[in-house]
């Protein structure tokens, strides 16, 4: 066989890999398969649309003679949404490459491992983004057990074992803790929460409240720059007061329905769901088309048709979809073990939108593989130029300060 060139081998990651990348982007991420792509208001490096937030009321009865009701002008706000960055990079070794004189199935083969590696990692990196406000925040600290090395966390779906972690004592500013800098996850207890840390965290200043991101010896990693997730869009405020420019304060329209209990735990009922569906038909003339939460509350959604009596639907996808859903009210509800436990979203997933610059792909303005300076390995890299958004937050609700079943 000749010997292969660097295109050629860019060929083949270029022609062979990104579909299947992006197939099980389609077939494990139910938001990113089901929600539609807005390509046409990205301008450079962010997406601009008209918000309609006030109407001009110039309507109403008027008598025989009677003046005809004056109109004022209608109001419209711009959204503004950065476009983030997420990125993956693949390493191969020139021996590897090298390999390929006499058999290019030795670069494929070796490739392949590291490729569904680098894929999964992506996967969860995004359902965590997906699933969060923006900022990085991963996990709120509930308690630290320093002669164990142990930390218990709110959401451990979002960690796993060999991430790096900084802690700051806010989502967005706050003290940086410094004693350790950083931690590197050694176990997670999805169940406890427990996260046993490889540092010792003896005399650590790490405390419960605090807040855990991606970080390292050199910083934070992408704090602050993540793609907008369902907890800052579903929102009144609380996470996210300032969302892509337009002040929630400000504007009632901009603010999804939340319906709480002040942090105080409750069980999900049938009728907290229907309320939230009701509020959200009763603000924006909405109704949702699929729900989205942890494995714990569509059990608890599940013991109640149980409870009830009621005939249990599971709904199956075409297109290579390896998920289903139970139904509710003829609506999927799907689940995620990156979401927050204590919380359900019912969402119109028309209103939802994916602001892409570019999709999953290869980054390859220069060629796919190019050798890392000073070394004999090549690398690869995957990238996503995009955000994540509404174009009207009302149209969605969620319900929070759900109590956790046991064993979730």
Not at 372 to 386: D, F, I, N
Request: with cysteine; proline share 3%.
């Amino acid at each position: 066989m000749a010997y292969e060139t660097m295109s050629t081998l860019d060929g083949i990651l270029k022609d062979y890999y990104i579909g299947p990348v992006r197939r099980a982007f389609n077939a494990e991420i139910p938001l990113y398969n089901r929600v539609k792509r807005d390509r046409e208001n990205v301008r450079g490096r962010q997406a601009i649309f008209p918000v309609h937030t006030a109407w001009a009321e110039g309507v109403g009865a008027v008598s025989e003679t009677g003046d005809v009701p004056s109109g004022t002008n209608e109001t419209v706000l711009q959204a503004i949404v950065p476009i983030q960055t997420l990125a993956g990079a693949v390493e191969i070794s020139s021996k590897v490459i090298e390999a390929t004189q006499s058999d290019v199935g030795a670069f494929t083969q070796a490739l392949e491992f590291k490729l569904r590696q680098v894929t999964d990692n992506l996967k969860k990196e995004l359902e965590a983004m997906l699933q969060g406000d923006g900022t990085g925040a991963l996990a709120k600290i509930t308690a630290v057990n320093a002669a164990t090395n142990t930390l218990t966390v709110d959401n451990p779906g979002t960690l796993r074992a060999g991430m790096t972690l900084k802690a700051a004592s806010a989502r967005t500013g706050g003290t940086t803790r410094s004693t350790p800098s950083f931690v590197t996850v050694q176990s997670v207890n999805y169940v406890t929460g427990a996260v046993v840390t490889v540092e010792s965290l003896a005399g650590t200043d790490w405390a419960a409240n605090d807040f855990v991101f991606r970080g390292n010896a050199s910083g934070f990693i992408g704090r602050g720059i993540n793609i907008m997730g369902l907890l800052g869009i579903v929102d009144d405020g609380t996470y996210v007061s300032n969302l892509f420019n337009i002040n929630r304060s400000t504007v009632d329209i901009w603010k999804a329905t939340v319906l709480h209990n002040s942090g105080t735990p409750r069980d999900l009922t049938l009728t907290l769901l229907q309320a939230a569906e009701d509020t959200v038909w009763v603000r924006s003339g909405a109704r949702p088309t699929a729900l989205y939460s942890h494995l714990a509350q569509r059990q608890r959604y599940f013991e109640l048709l149980v409870a009830d009596r009621r005939f249990i639907n599971v709904m199956k996808f075409d297109g290579g979809a390896n998920f289903d859903a139970l139904e509710y009210n003829g609506r999927p509800w799907f689940v995620s073990r990156e979401c927050p436990k204590d919380l359900v979203y019912l969402l119109d997933e028309e209103n939802l939108r994916f602001f892409m610059l570019k999709d999953i792909g290869w980054a390859d303005r220069a060629g796919i593989l190019l050798r890392v300076p000073g070394k004999l390995v090549y690398q690869a890299t995957l990238e996503m130029h995009a955000n994540f958004g509404s174009y009207l937050p009302a149209r969605n609700a969620v319900i929070r300060d759900l109590t956790v079943p046991s064993g979730y």
